[in-house]
């Protein structure tokens, strides 16, 4: 995913129970103005539309439609966005308890150049700590274009970000073709953009999270679905987009940050619960796909309830990194 003056990477923020109309009409339109873009100059500038969950893979909207998507944990979702969209919809509630997509916003808003939540979106940015004062400009003229207020319509947001990136006559060009592309961008988008997972991956998906805390093996996992090893690998990289391997990283790590926030154990003792081993692993984990320490996330992402029985006592080597 190329991040230059030729390709703008669009990053849109998705969750489960995320609203389908807006984020299909947000893709769809970004289509429209790749193939303007391609009629209108010899080396056009294009949208590389990235969509992101915190874990990747199937995503439900609150149509029940599932899309694909990339996960956040990734490198290269750690990219600078030219535009980050974050949903809305009913799922909202559900998505602020999530640490580690709030944590993930709160880094790429801060380095996105265009930011645009509408609707409950914005409180996902809220709670990330996304100042709507923080926008960058844009025009050529050194003025605010109106979709720096993170609120505005959405018409207007992709009509600065298009008018940027291939020049006014383009933009114009593209209000029609964007209107257009809205009327059907549900169902093309749905055509396009859902995958079927199998049971068996599903299952074997499931049995990653019931079992990160603990050493676990490919083979094991390719068992219990009755599965060859290599015919396992396989499927679920087609099925998921990437190996279980780093399947179980990710959800190791998702747990890891749902810890760290919501507890005040010791980090090594996270680690363990994890199956990561040991404090200076987790550290070496986080500052590879986050760039920071467990202590670090946990400082900023904190919400400690008064310690329980079982972690009363206990000391505290939060700065073990």
């Known amino acids: 995913m190329r991040q230059d003056d030729t390709v703008k990477t669009i ?83 559900d998505a602020l308890r999530d640490e580690t997509l709030i944590g993930w916003l709160r880094r790429a808003a801060a380095l996105a150049e265009h930011v645009i939540a509408p609707g409950d979106g914005q409180r996902l940015l809220d709670a990330a700590g996304h100042r709507r004062a923080a926008a960058h400009g844009l025009s050529a003229s050194g003025t605010l274009p109106s979709f720096q207020d993170i609120a505005a319509p959405l018409p207007d947001a992709l009509h600065e970000i298009v008018e940027q990136a291939l020049g006014a006559e383009a933009a114009h060009s593209f209000d029609a073709v964007a209107a257009d592309a809205a009327r ?13 997972t199998s049971a068996k991956m599903r299952a074997s998906a499931r049995w990653f999270k019931e079992n990160c805390h603990r050493p676990v093996s490919i083979d094991e996992a390719a068992q219990f679905v009755t599965m060859s090893e290599r015919n396992f690998l396989r499927r679920f990289k087609a ?83």
């Open 184 to 196: 059907g961008a549900v169902g093309a988008f749905s055509t396009i953009s859902t995958i079927s």
């Open 239 to 321: 099925e998921f987009g990437l190996t279980p391997s780093d399947y179980l990283l990710y959800v190791r790590l998702h747990m890891a940050c749902r810890l760290l926030a919501d507890t005040v154990l010791p980090i090594d003792t996270i680690a363990r619960r994890c199956g990561v081993g040991s404090g200076g692993a987790l550290a070496k984990l986080f500052r590879r796909h986050f760039g920071e320490t467990p202590s670090t996330f946990r400082t900023l992402h904190t919400h400690h309830r008064p310690a329980d029985a079982s972690e009363r006592g206990q000391p505290d080597f939060s700065g073990t990194t």
């Open 11 to 93: 990053g849109i923020a998705l969750f489960d129970g995320f609203a389908l109309p807006r984020v299909a009409r947000i893709v769809e339109a970004l289509q429209r103005a790749n193939e303007l873009a391609g009629a209108q100059v010899s080396e056009p500038a294009r949208f590389n539309v990235a969509l992101l969950s915190t874990l990747g893979g199937r995503i439900a909207a609150s149509s029940s439609v599932y899309v694909w998507t990339e996960s956040m944990l990734t490198t290269r979702a750690q990219a600078r966005f030219h535009a980050l969209f974050v949903a809305d919809g009913p799922g909202v509630d």
